[in-house]
């Protein structure tokens, strides 16, 4: 095994439905080299169980937010004040028209509460969108250089399937977010998807498992983990025509950028 590191920037190993033993997962990861994971909220309750599970294990760290196709209560529990001292971000939050019916109106008011709890508390932004982009960069540009801090941030898994994705994935680094590539980009037969996939340069590229979900070859079918991140990284250096190590000290660097973990 090489003895470059890694992160996976996002799972969801501590959640109550998590089909894996979270303890093994975690070793797992650290015998793939993965030396830092990040757990993702999705609502007040999942937030708490996340920056707990990343409090009491080392390398773990959490984000405290409300998912947009989940539970939307206006009072949802998740406010900068109770940003505990592994909490890195807020997230996982946006808009999502996939599922329907949904309500957009109360989507983009939850968005905004988030983004704007994000701003009081100096943390950056984990951005799940889907289907939703037109809608999603006019909220975002309403936040972007609006009080003492930066809306910083990464647009998580993206999944979009349309001739617009390239563009998306462009929008996203005009604003100087990052991008976070899982599974998806090692078992996409989509072009548009591919042509987006290859358009993050290595500056602006992170990694994801979204464990449980999309787990990738040759684990497809099976409960994703933390430690499937190498497959995704190899798989990665390979199309890009980079050596495995290049591309894991890369995608280290930044999400050690955008999250501050120096500073945890």
Request: glycine share 8%; hydrophobic share 40%; with cysteine.
């Amino acid at each position: 095994m090489s003895g470059s590191v890694l992160i996976d920037t996002h799972c969801h190993i501590h959640a109550r439905d998590y089909p894996l033993d979270a303890e093994e997962a975690l070793l797992n990861a650290r015998e793939a080299g993965v030396t830092k994971v990040v757990c993702i909220g999705t609502d007040a309750e999942d937030s708490k169980l996340a920056v707990e599970f990343a409090e009491q294990h080392d390398g773990v760290y959490a984000t405290i937010g409300v998912h947009p196709a989940g539970r939307m209560p206006f009072l949802c529990g998740i406010s900068g004040d109770k940003v505990g001292s592994k909490t890195v971000a807020v997230g996982e939050v946006g808009l999502d028209y996939h599922y329907k019916p949904y309500d957009r109106e109360a989507q983009i008011r939850l968005f905004e509460e988030m983004l704007q709890v994000a701003m009081d508390a100096g943390l950056p932004v984990v951005f799940h969108v889907r289907e939703a982009f037109e809608d999603f960069w006019p909220v975002v540009d309403g936040f972007l250089g609006r009080g003492p801090g930066k809306l910083r941030g990464v647009v998580h898994g993206f999944s979009e399937r349309s001739a617009m994705a390239t563009e998306c994935v462009e929008k996203a680094l005009e604003r100087g977010f990052y991008v976070s590539l899982n599974g998806i980009a090692t078992f996409s037969k989509d072009k548009d998807q591919m042509a987006a996939f290859a358009a993050v340069p290595q500056n602006r590229l992170m990694l994801e498992t979204d464990a449980p979900f999309l787990a990738p070859p040759p684990f497809r079918g099976k409960p994703n983990q933390p430690a499937y991140v190498r497959e995704i990284a190899q798989f990665l250096a390979d199309k890009r025509g980079v050596s495995f190590e290049e591309l894991a000290r890369a995608t280290t660097k930044n999400a050690e950028e955008l999250f501050g973990f120096a500073k945890t």
